[in-house]
């Protein structure tokens, strides 16, 4: 999941936070990471835990901030799942190579004058752990509040890049036809936004679909597609769609397809509903095969799944920090991770090339001018070729190759929107792959 | 889970035995091991699978035999769960010493005259995965339907041997007083069957409680337990009991404490209840911690969670078949198994004397002649000096001593109780002891 920035979606966004800015100075201010840190506010602890420190799946005080800073670590507790297997090869080792100089560095955030150092940003971006990778090797690494190296955290739309991933790797095998009408893999979605679009179209997300992820609007789609598929409680007498597959299936054109960039959740499953249709295989189980089990994952990871046992492909993704950041790895060598070459390099290359900027201007997204959007990764056009995974609160694979630097990170941001932890995010990393740089 | 066998649930578990029987000879048999193999009948293969073949939390179709045959090898996909791991320090490798010559050992089943072979003991016991210890080398090992080496397989009660062990371990640092009310630990049950009952008697299942398992029987309380516990789904207008601690402080007293064995699954969540306020943990994490990483697992397992996030210690453990023979391999040797003392071997050495024959024998096993029941454990006293773990469908940890032999194995038989298949399964691990002692 992330913000949908539309014109309209990036003007209510940027007005809402500017009214917690300006309440920020005026009133008590948003809550800071150390004041909302979940170790210290101890929820669910206790046998039982005492009410108010009680969080639940029913009443959606699992999803609640600062609640979620907890069930980040921990949303199996809440909701169905299935396993993503890392295989038996036993892990990759990451060799090891700590520095004790990055805290220190300096940077100006985006729109601001006064210098923040490392440290200070992750605190800043509500950092729940980090891995960061030089050449391969761990420079630095940190967990805070309830992570562990070996907990799973929510990945949330970084989802989105591992099964974009997936589907252009099956796209370059030819077992998809990327100019083919998704139709012709899933006539289910005759009906739909999706009866004339393109297999492309989805997997850049230029598809026209009535569907708002304006996460402050009570009423944008993005509640009802996270209630049909379980991520949230559905109401007493609730009888909208009851699945994703059912959800997907009631959404109607908006606007034209392939005319520019509109950053839909719905698209990613509806790649999923291709890839599982095409394959066989839910696409937790096809992440296991084609990417966890090579890459010498240290630990599982797991995929939510929805009512139906699907998995949640939009957002479902749950992993440790190292193990993203070998996927990091991988992506960063040209697919090329753990003695194999896991992804074609053509498929990466494409990534990196990135989608059509026109589309993407459209969106108008402040913080990543000149970006673009290609097999659901977003790509920053800057002077290091660097691309990127992003979840909505914060949770990044951010890859820098002129730096050789990935920076694997999970957060739990309070406000659901990049716009507003990519200020103090994106200098910092680039000002990280200077260091890295200069000091190699 | 398993059956009560109060005189009265082992007349009504003998009748409804008799009457299947009956049918079986009159009407269509039950449908044999092949004819419900999970993979052959396709239960969720699909995008999304046909009506016919999917498995639904909401409607209790995952929990119907022969759908469970494939529920129990995924059974995180209906509900929430939480991470048992495995630690870090790499698998303990299982020699492998193969032999072709176990399939065809024969034996007579109990209160029959015609003999079986082991080949067909697994198809009449309609197991899922079996893997087979002699001097700690793999001698047999087999997976069937769904089931894969790496798969976590429902264990149901065998979970309370496992927490009956840790609870154990407990008394013996003597963090838990065993001849202490239940209420030293845990006030809250004041009120209910547990108000002036032991710790021991908790561990070893002589508390007079009016709780149900009749499983024939809809009115059992066990089938309140699973729906308080979100096992089995609530149904709509739903007001009882809405976790497992509000459940068991419902449950009234019912005869004498002490007199009798009466085996009732609230027994091992009222101790996961002492232990988790005793160590400030949840027994699922304190299982990972004192058994899990010390085994050399291959796997993580999982334990099913209620809607407060309480593990299920009465039948919630998931795990692959390798990890839990691993388990009873270290029972085996007495806890010191993988370079370490795992469990203390006072410990170990208590279990297999077992408890008091006298209260067993009133509680009329048929299966089980002369056994006794001890910290969640079931002791044969058998020539063997053989225990068991056991669980209601035919999952069991079977461990003999002289015959250096552990036995573990999931399956999925239809009825719910181990009367019914111990007649083909406890004369086949005694066959198969005998063959192995006497070939080396």
Redo the contacts between chains.
Sequence with gaps: MDATFTRQGMAAALLAGMTLLAQAQTAPKLPSAAETDPARLGW??G??PPAEK?????DGSHAKFPQFRWSFA?W????????V?RG?G?PRRLERAERGDIDGISFVPLGQSEPMTWAQSLQANYTDAIVVLHKGRVVYEKYNGVMTP?T?HMAMSVTKSAFGLLGAMLVNEGRIDETALVTRYVPELKDSAWGDATVRQVLDMTVGVKYSEAYADPKAEIWDHVRANGVLPKPPGYTGPA?S?AFLQSLRKEGEHGQAFAYKTVNSDVLG?II??VT?KGVGELLSERIWQKLGA???AYML?D????DFAGGGLNATTRDLARLGEMMRLGGQYNGQQIVPKAVVDDIQRGGRKSDFEKAGYKTLPGGSYRDMWWVLHNEDGAFAARGIHGQTLYIDPKAEMVVARFASFPMAANAFNDPTSLPAFQALARHLMASH
Tied chains: 1, 2.
């Design positions: 669910m602890v046998s039982p009680m969080l639940h799946f029913a921990n199996r507790q809440f909701m169905p799942s299935t396993d297997w038996d036993g070996h799973a699945s597959y509903w599982k249709r066989g240290e630990e599982d799944v009512p139906d046992g699907v």
